[in-house]
């Protein structure tokens, strides 16, 4: 991301779903996402990479 300058800000954050805004080449975009989706990807990532085996 910082190589393409972009940025990334939480904007608001509900008990449902979180806010945030992206920013790159001057335009801004924002986006809201539902929260038990993004533990759930985080949680699926997080396992792939720590539990990675290596051949």
Known sequence: MRK???KLNQVS???TF???SFFY???EEQ???F???LRNKCEELL???LN???F
């Open 35 to 37: 929260n038990p989706r």
């Open 13 to 15: 954050r509900d008990e």
């Open 25 to 27: 080449k001057g335009f």
């Open 18 to 20: 979180t806010m945030y």
């Open 47 to 49: 396992n792939f990479y």
């Open 4 to 6: 393409s300058n972009m």
């Open 31 to 33: 986006h809201n996402y």
């Open 52 to 54: 990675k085996k290596d």
